[in-house]
């Protein structure tokens, strides 16, 4: 594919790629308008009229209904009623994703990406961390206009697609980016390793994390393999209890496919639905494997 010369297009891209076939857009207008229903009836049944809550009986439990509803969902709901952009996954792919968020959250969750989907995913985690990690600079500022209160940072990739094929083949050949180092911070030898993201990045557990970024559908774009090995490398660095989750979008594509291979591992993967892979990383602790190979 020819690069991309100008911000401008870039952002016009990114808009096309974040929407779906006409064919699933009226879908998941159904979905999103029935899930904006079921939170005002939610929220009514929570705030209530006097005494007694509107719509709702006393029969009701307390473990079945939330107790809160935080503001970050409050302007999903807001969000998604008033916008025409719809998530760029599909319905199935969001729920293997959510389906695990409800199962964790409140959680550290860590996105390579930021787009129209991003304030969903935030929402989905509520009294969670949620940080997404983005490259284009007008591209956040573009998103933020729209959902303020999102938790985003922009970060540099050392890579581009063109390299994807020598890195597979001789990052083996880089002490720095053995496993048996298994480092990211400050690791410039290993080009593998994103040294630009902020400090939290590095200190915090990150119990999911999903990479649907950076950019990989043009020769000059940074390509994911530098955040499917960071992520990877974080994975197996984990010193809490459990696994971490990893999702990784787009394995459609050779590049995506090879490297999930290659770090994530065929025999880490859980669940694949469309174009999303679901891997379960261990701490390498609790691994017995040869510490040469990731795998």
């Given at each position: ?15 096309q ?5 006409l064919?699933h857009?009226?879908?998941?207008i159904v ?6 229903i ?6 009514s ?12 009986t ?8 939330p ?15 008033t ?60 998103i ?22 020598d ?20 690791n ?31 020769n ?11 992520a ?33 591992c ?30």
């Amino acid at each position: 594919m020819q690069q991309l010369n100008n911000t401008n297009i870039n952002i016009d891209i990114k808009m096309q790629k974040n929407q779906p076939p006409l064919g699933h857009t009226n879908f998941f207008i159904v979905f999103f308008s029935l899930a904006i229903i079921a939170a005002i009836f939610l929220i009514s049944c929570l705030i209530g009229i006097g005494d007694t809550p509107l719509f709702c009986t006393e029969s009701i439990s307390d473990e079945i209904l939330p107790t809160t509803t935080t503001p970050m969902q409050l302007d999903a709901i807001l969000h998604y009623a008033t916008s025409p952009r719809v998530p760029q996954q599909s319905l199935p792919e969001i729920n293997l994703s959510f389906n695990v968020l409800q199962s964790i959250s409140p959680c550290n969750f860590l996105v390579f990406g930021l787009g129209h989907d991003s304030l969903m995913w935030a929402s989905f985690n509520p009294n969670g961390h949620t940080l997404f990690l983005e490259e284009d600079p007008l591209w956040v500022r573009t998103i933020l206009k729209t959902a303020p209160n999102l938790n985003a940072a922009i970060i540099n990739y050392r890579t581009k697609v063109t390299d994807a094929d020598d890195l597979l083949s001789s990052y083996q050949s880089e002490p720095e980016c053995s496993p048996s180092k298994g480092y990211i911070r400050g690791n410039t030898q290993c080009k593998l390793a994103i040294t630009s993201l902020p400090e939290e990045v590095y200190d915090k557990e990150w119990d999911m994390i999903m990479i649907d970024a950076p950019r990989g559908y043009y020769n000059e774009a940074p390509g994911r393999m530098g955040a499917i090995y960071s992520a990877a490398v974080m994975a197996r660095n984990r010193k809490k209890p459990g696994v971490t989750h990893v999702f990784l979008h787009d394995v459609d594509r050779k590049v995506e496919k090879a490297y999930a291979q290659e770090f994530l591992c065929r025999k880490n993967l859980k669940k694949a639905v469309g174009r999303l892979w679901h891997f379960e990383i261990p701490p390498v602790e609790n691994v017995t494997q040869n510490n040469a190979t990731f795998c």
